[in-house]
Nanobody, 123 residues
Framework: QVQLVESGGGLVQAGGSLRVSCQAS????????MAWFRQNPGKEREFVAV????????SYVHSVKGRFTISRDNAKNTVYLQMNSLKPEDTAVYYC????????????????WGQGIQVTVSS
């Protein structure tokens, strides 16, 4: 069974940058599409970004386009989310997800999840 472990979250001021990472173990990582979602208390888990298994195609929710970049290093079994020009509304728990369809933006259809990591952007 694949395990996903996030790291790199924390507190940053608005306008700053942060990179979160997700390391996978237990299965050939390069066979999975990978994605990042985020969630605030009482709200639905929201799609943020997705990258195909080979890393050649990415897609983003409109609110982060031009600010966030998803990437992966299949040799290290790791997917990254580089977050620049952060805004207070980016504050959330960020989750790494794997094994879903590239076009699927619903968290319910992604079978593999990390434990989540807090990102807080202060104004």
């Amino acid at each position: 069974q694949v395990q996903l472990v996030e790291s790199g979250g924390g507190l940053v001021q608005a306008g700053g940058s942060l990179r979160v990472s997700c390391q996978a173990s237990g299965h050939p990582f390069n066979s999975y599409n990978m994605a990042w979602f985020r969630q605030n208390p009482g709200k639905e888990r929201e799609f943020v970004a997705v990258i195909t298994a080979g890393g050649g195609i990415t897609s983003y929710v409109h609110s982060v386009k031009g600010r966030f970049t998803i990437s992966r290093d299949n040799a290290k079994n790791t997917v990254y989310l580089q977050m620049n020009s952060l805004k207070p509304e980016d504050t959330a728990v960020y989750y790494c997800a794997g094994g879903g369809s590239y076009s699927d933006r619903s968290h319910t259809n992604w079978p593999l999840w990390g434990q989540g990591i807090q990102v807080t952007v202060s104004s």
